[in-house]
């Protein structure tokens, strides 16, 4: 049996990267009474992304997001709004409303901006205590605790976010055609608006799949964006392991492939390794012992999940937003897709053995199962673009 290596409580934590996972590490630490750096390559938080929207989900466990939130220590000291309602639209553009009685999300905005998740998380590890350097890169090999963010696209995402005095809406639009393999979205909150268009496949006609996509939205309902148009690109990066250690470090959040496979989301896997992995320093315990009982097992299942997602087609999708607005109540239904059933653990091991792609494969640490085979993939860069 490999055991988590022991670190020396005289020796600061060091940490590589300055994302949720690597500052809600740093967090945990610090307020533990531990000496903590965290080196981020970059000039500042969030660099990869344009203020937009993003979800921290609330479905893929009991637990609602606030009451996790305030056990493993993080305050609301950015952008946080509870969404119970949307309106789904399938291949055919037919609008379904979708409801549900408890908030099946919550809204944050990520980027180097004021209110957003990335510069909260920050101020909260400062105020702990923890050293924050930036334009510092630390090797990998040399960090006790890795979060240096997506290393292998597995899905791939282009967004745009602007200003928009328009009504409010959180649209999502389910089209293969359109986004293959994925979904494009449109939400417009308290006047900030994001367009996104995110892909499993083809990842070299992403431009092309976010205009198609954006026009499409477009002609159903136009919308206004007023001041700078920001564009960025962002990664989905998700794998399967038995253990997330690397010699004494351990890897969180997307360095380590901590993602829901479904749709996509993963602030909340984030957030939950980097505080098991400073739970792993503080308690001298095993770490991958941490996270596998509920990481692991939420992994596979979203496997499976996404599999039937792609394998469907727009019929599938079809069902599926019709079936979302006929729920009582969305946030149970969509609960019910995250459940570990007999069924989805006796497929999960045939959809690992024969479900892939091409793609090149750059996921850490050792070994995996991930959905690319071992060839050459372009992609566009990270982060934002101007135009």
Known sequence: MRLTPTLDPSHPIRIAGAGPSGL????????????????????????????????????SEKEPVPDFLDRIGIERNFYFRPVDWATFYDHRSRPRMIRARTPFGYFIRRGAEEGTLDRGLLAQARAAGAEVRFNSRLDPADADIVATGPAAPDGLAKEVTFRSDDSERIDVFFNHKLAPGGYSYLFILDGVG???????????????YFDHSLAAARRLHDFTATGTMRYGYSYMNFHLKTTALA?????????AGFQDYLFGL????????????????????????LWQPTLG???ETSLVNRFLYEAGGNFGLSMFTRSAARAADFQAYLGSWHQSTWWKVALAPLVRRFWHH???????????????????????PLGPVER
């Open 24 to 59: 809600s590490a740093a967090i945990a630490l610090a307020r533990g009474g531990r000496s903590v750096v965290v080196h981020e390559a970059k000039g500042d938080v969030g660099t990869r992304f344009v203020g937009d929207l993003q979800i921290i989900e609330a479905s």
């Open 194 to 208: 994001t367009f996104g268009c995110a892909i499993v496949a083809d990842f070299k006609k992403i431009d092309e």
């Open 247 to 255: 010699g004494s470090a351990r890897y969180a959040g997307e360095a």
């Open 266 to 289: 993963g602030i909340r896997y984030a957030l939950t390794s980097g505080n098991l992995a400073a739970q792993s320093v503080l308690e001298g315990s095993d770490y991958d012992h």
């Open 297 to 299: 097992k939420k992994q």
């Open 358 to 380: 091409e793609g090149r494969c750059l996921h850490k640490p050792g070994d995996h199962w991930c959905r690319a085979r071992q060839t050459e993939m372009k992609v566009p």
